[in-house]
Structure formats: C-alpha cells, structure tokens
C-alpha cells in the first residue's frame, strides 16, 4: 500500500517535469513511508526513497516505514536532504504549504545548482482518495465514538459540567482502543450550543435545553468526526423547530452525496432548506470536510469552490443552526462516498433523544 503511494507520486513528480520530491509536512511524510513522529522528512526519486530522522526514532522508524531506506540526520533534517539533493541536481519539489520562508531559504543557499519548484497538494492529491485500509480503520474509529455515545446517553448529564461530561466520553474512546480524541471533544449546553466550536467549559448541562456532542475518535492515526445534538427536557419552541429543521437538512445532503456532485451544490442542497426555513442567517459554516489522517482536510464542502466528490473520498455532512443566547444543533455523520452514493460510517440514531434527568428526580 505505501509502496504503491510512493510509485503513485513519482509518476506524478515525472508528469510535472521533476526529478525528485521533498516531503516535510509530517503528515504527508507518514502517509508515504509509515513513519511517525516528530521529525522527519522524506526524499523520493525515482533511484532512491529515503527517510530522514533522528536518533530518538531510528530504530522505531526502521520497523513501521516500507520502500524507504531509513537514514540518521541528527535534527538538521535540512541539511541532511539537501546533501542529497546536491547529489541528484535537477528540479526538486519543495511543499509549498509546508516550506517556511527561513527553511527555503536555506535550501536556496545550500542548493545553487538545484531548481527548487514550490509545488501545492500533490501528496495530498493522493491522500483525499480513501484506500480500503483507510476505510476499515475509520469505520472502527466511528465505531468506538457510537459506543461512547451509547454509554453516555445511558446516564444522566444534567448538572454535570461540559468538561467533565467531555473527559467521560474521550476516557471511554481510550477505553476502547482508540489512541485518543480526534479534536478536543464539544459538549455545550444551552447558549453555548450555538458557539459552533465551543471549548468545553465548567458550565454545568442546564435541564430544558439542547446541548451539542461532537467527538472523534482516532485508530492507528486516521479520525472519525460526529456530532450529535440531545434535549434535556422539554424545548423551548424555536430550538425544537431548529432542530427538525436541521435534521431534514442533514437527511437531504446525505441523500445527495454522490461521485459527480459539486462541493457547492452539495454545500446548497442542506443550506437552501435552512433558509427556506428562516435560519439561513443562522448557519455559518461549510456543509463538511474530508476527514482522514487530519481532522480537517480536502474536500471542503462550503459556498465557495469548484471542487467535486469522488468515490472513495471521506467527507462530514453537518448541518447546523445556531441561536445566539438561546441554542444550537448540529447533527453531523461521516460517509464513505461511493460509486453510487454515500455510506455513513455510523451507527447512533439521529431523531431528537431526551437525555435522563438525575435520579431521584433532580435536574
């Protein structure tokens, strides 16, 4: 699988008129050897595939990258590629989102006879496509965040702070076996539901309200991304009509995911609904995102773009409505799009769930 990234690229490399690439963004860098950690970067060419690290990872290195040889560089990862980039001249490509303006100009200094093209998404290019490993370890890592919901909703919530009810669900993700929260987890009840990215505070969950749950989990290093939106009691009527509102909306972008689609007119089909239903001032954001071994990475789903979906890419469909002083729902799944739709990868319901008040009848 790695090995075939890496043959993928270099006919990419070639098409662009280049002899060889620099891979730094560690995530990229990952995605194409294996390798994890914090430093690291890759030269590929088509006579030579190395990787670059230090101490602290070389053995560790040597045992979870393929198709690379797997070299000592002290932390001047710099000048270690470009020592070998000096030896294979050409015209080299540098990440131009990743290459700082100091980093380059050190490659400029130590490479006078190297051509350093700035090059934009080409590993990433690769990686928006999801391979069926990539698939698998996403859909367990839906899995584990479906069952800490489950768990959660088994148990009363009200009265207990946002943080602590967040630390309940991300102890339950590692519990499970996940390496840990994709994202710091969303629990915000009431008036802060209607921050879309709302830090999980000490407020405690007030009974008659919406609070928003939005966790992930990670496996192996690839992410899920879900949000559910719960009732603690009977709403008041403007939240309870957001959130059918918003629900139906969701329903119809999912109905809508198919290769072909254009991000803006996916982006449309949920946002014209919520207009139409007088929120549209009430709804931010971008339909969704691509997930993988980032939270957040192409495709973008938002009003603004050309992109299109294809099969095989990951992305979010998550509606919201968001009330300032009052509430907000979000009601957000992961899927798989494929030749001939889209696949959710979780399980947990999404009809409007009233959360237990606290025995003996408090809350």
Not at 132 to 156: G, K, S
Not at 247 to 260: F, K
Request: include cysteine; charged fraction near 25%.
């Amino acid at each position: 699988m790695i090995v075939d990234r890496q043959e993928r690229l270099l006919a990419a490399v070639a098409d662009r008129g280049l002899d060889a690439m620099l891979v730094t963004d560690l995530v990229n860098v990952r995605y194409m050897t294996g390798y994890v950690g914090s430093n690291g970067a890759a030269v590929l060419a088509p006579d030579r595939r190395l990787l670059f690290t230090d101490s602290r990872y070389l053995v560790k290195a040597r045992a979870e990258t393929r198709g690379v040889e797997v070299r000592p560089a002290g932390r001047d990862l710099l000048g270690a590629a470009a020592a070998e980039l000096a030896d294979l001249g050409g015209r080299v490509g540098i990440e131009a989102d990743h290459v700082t303006l100091s980093h380059h100009a050190r490659l400029v200094e130590a490479l006078p006879d190297v051509e350093l093209v700035p090059v934009s998404g080409m590993v990433e290019d690769l990686r928006v496509r999801k391979e069926p490993e990539e698939v698998e370890l996403m859909r367990r890592a839906a899995a584990i965040a479906d069952d800490a919901l489950e768990a959660l909703v088994a148990e009363p919530i009200v009265g207990r702070s946002e943080a602590e009810v967040a630390w309940t669900l991300e102890s339950a993700l590692r519990a499970a076996g996940a390496e840990g929260a994709s994202f710091p987890i969303i629990v915000a009840g009431a008036a802060n539901g209607a921050v879309p990215h709302h830090a999980s505070g000490r407020e405690p969950v007030p009974p008659g309200t919406l609070v928003v749950v939005d966790l992930g989990a990670v496996v192996e290093g690839y992410a899920s991304d879900s949000s559910r939106t719960f009732a603690t009691g009977p709403l008041p009527e403007p939240l309870e009509r957001a959130y059918a509102v918003c629900l139906e909306a969701q329903a119809a972008a999912l109905a809508a995911v198919r290769p072909g689609i254009g991000t803006t007119e996916l982006d449309a089909v949920a946002r014209d609904m919520i207009t139409e239903a007088g929120f549209g001032d009430a709804f931010g954001h971008g339909l969704g995102h691509g997930v993988g071994l980032e939270i957040h990475e192409r495709p973008w789903l938002r009003r603004e773009g050309d992109g299109t979906l294809e099969a095989g890419m990951m992305v979010t469909i998550e509606p919201g409505i968001y009330l300032e002083g009052l509430g907000g729902v979000r009601i957000e799944d992961l899927v798989l799009v494929t030749e001939d739709g889209g696949a959710p990868l979780g399980r947990f319901p999404k009809t409007l769930m009233t959360l237990p008040a606290r025995r003996g009848g408090g809350g």
